[in-house]
C-alpha cells in the first residue's frame, strides 16, 4: 500500500492537471476510491491550484486596471491639450478678424476736404456695416507716442511743426477690406494703405500679447 501510494503520489499533481495517459489515469482513480489519504492529498493540490489561479486572476486584473488607467491618463491629457489648443485657435483667429477687419488709409500732405470727403463717400457706397474715423496729424502723432508708452521719449522731438506722420482715414468694417482697396487705391490724395489681411494670425496674436503686457 505505501509503494502504491507513493506511485500514485507522484501522479497526483499530473492527474490533477489532466495529463496522464488513461491507463495511469484508471490506476490512480482505482486508488483514490480506496485511499482516503491520497484522496485527501489531492483535495490539498486542487486548493493549492485554485489558490494560485485565484492569485493569477488578481495580478491579471490589477495589470490590466493598470494599464487602463495609464491609458485613461494619457487620454485625458492629449484631451486637455486638445482644449488648449483649440481654445487658443479661437482667440487667435478672433483676434485675427478683428484686426483684419480694419484698415488705414494714409493720405498726402495738402489733400483737400472735399477729396477726403469724396475717399469716405465712395468707400460708404460699397460697403455695409463700417466706422470710419478720420485721424488728423496731430491727433496720430499723439497716438504713436502713447502706444511708445516707455518710448515716448524717441518721438520726443517732433510736434505739430515737424510732424512726419500723415493723416489718415481708419476703417473697421465686415465688407471684404480687398474690395475697399480695389475701389479706392487709385483715387487721389491717397498716398497708401495699410491692411493686415496677409498677415499671420499667430504673429498678430502674439503681437497682442506682447503689446499688452508692455501697457
Known sequence: MKNECAI?????????????SNTSKKIVEEHLEKCEKCK??????????????QVKEIDFFKSIKKKINKKNI??????IILIILVLFNIQVYKNYNEIAS????????GITQQQIEDI???IIEKTDNIEIEYISKEKALEKFKND???????????????NPI?????????????????NIQDMTGIAYITTHINYNPYELYIEKIIKNSIL
Request: hydrophobic share 40%; proline share 0%; net charge negative.
Open 148 to 162: 511708445l508708452v516707455e518710448n515716448k521719449n524717441l518721438l520726443s522731438g517732433y510736434n505739430n511743426q515737424n
Open 74 to 79: 494619457i487620454i485625458l491629457v492629449v484631451f
Open 120 to 122: 469716405k463717400n465712395k
Open 8 to 20: 500514485v503520489g507522484d501522479l497526483l499533481f499530473s492527474y490533477n492537471d489532466g495529463i496522464l
Open 166 to 182: 500723415l493723416d489718415f482715414i481708419e476703417i473697421k468694417t465686415n465688407t471684404k477690406i480687398q474690395t475697399i482697396v480695389e
Open 102 to 109: 480694419t484698415m488705414e488709409i494714409h493720405l498726402k500732405d
Open 40 to 53: 485527501k492529498i489531492l483535495e490539498e493540490i486542487k486548493n493549492e491550484n485554485d489558490q494560485e489561479n
